[in-house]
């Protein structure tokens, strides 16, 4: 059984860029959710995916936007991107009759 | 919404108890969690524990859940110091609400 996995582990960018993570579910599951976590804080929630439509969302601005597709696997997208977007981004996943999230091991995003 | 927290840091020795408390404010969680984070690493699952359930054990863990108090603790027996982490609790509605976690440094 494969885990979760995210890609890249680590990304550099400037203010105003544009940034697309990636992350691979768990095989078997159909929800996909995004955390950011800054440093020395615990992980936020952004927004969640169940079966390719958009089923929740945190207290995070438009510019945060995520694609689920028809594998389950998900971006996230940031537009303009501002110094405080610099942390760990966190996808998780999990099969919706259990409701257990398992996490990948993140992308660390330094914007500069 | 919901919110929870936990104390920001706890040392103990190799081979003692530890005890991580949490407190939240929302009862409808379906499960409650424990994660554990080490450096520069993801949150990795440790224990869930289901609202409908007092206690669970899992080897060296012990998970006790107060749904009257809204009080989850999790305690690691013979504590390791492979155990030094960040741990955080979290309850799910759907999505996880995490607290900011409890560092835990275990001194040899």
């Known amino acids: 059984e494969t885990g979760v996995t995210q890609s890249p582990t680590h990304l550099i960018k400037t203010r105003g860029q544009q940034v697309t993570l990636r992350c691979s579910s768990q095989s078997g599951h159909n929800t996909v959710s995004w955390y950011q976590q800054a440093l020395g804080q615990g992980p936020q929630f952004i927004f969640q995916?169940?079966?390719?439509?958009?089923?929740g969302r945190g207290n995070f601005p438009p510019r945060f936007s995520g694609l689920q597709f028809p594998n389950y696997s998900s971006e996230l997208n940031v537009n303009a991107l501002e110094l405080d977007d610099s942390a760990l981004y966190l996808c998780?996943?999990?099969?919706?009759?259990?409701?257990?999230?398992?996490f990948g091991p993140g992308t660390r995003l330094l914007v500069l | 919404g919901e919110d929870v927290e936990q104390s920001l840091f706890l040392s103990v020795r190799e081979g003692d108890s530890s005890v991580i408390n949490c407190t939240y404010t929302d009862s409808s969680s379906t499960y409650l969690y424990w994660y554990k984070q080490e450096p520069g690493a993801g949150l990795q699952l440790l224990t869930y524990?289901?609202?409908?359930?007092d206690m669970k054990q899992d080897q060296r863990l012990t998970v006790l859940l107060n749904k009257k108090d809204k009080h989850l603790s999790l305690r690691i027996a013979d504590t390791q110091t492979g155990d030094s982490a960040i741990y955080f609790c979290g309850g799910s509605q759907g999505n996880l609400i995490f607290g900011k976690g409890t560092k835990l440094s275990v001194k040899p």
């Open positions: 524990i289901f609202s409908n359930m």
């Open positions: 998780a996943s999990s099969s919706g009759t259990s409701g257990i999230w398992y």
């Open positions: 995916y169940y079966r390719e439509e958009e089923n």
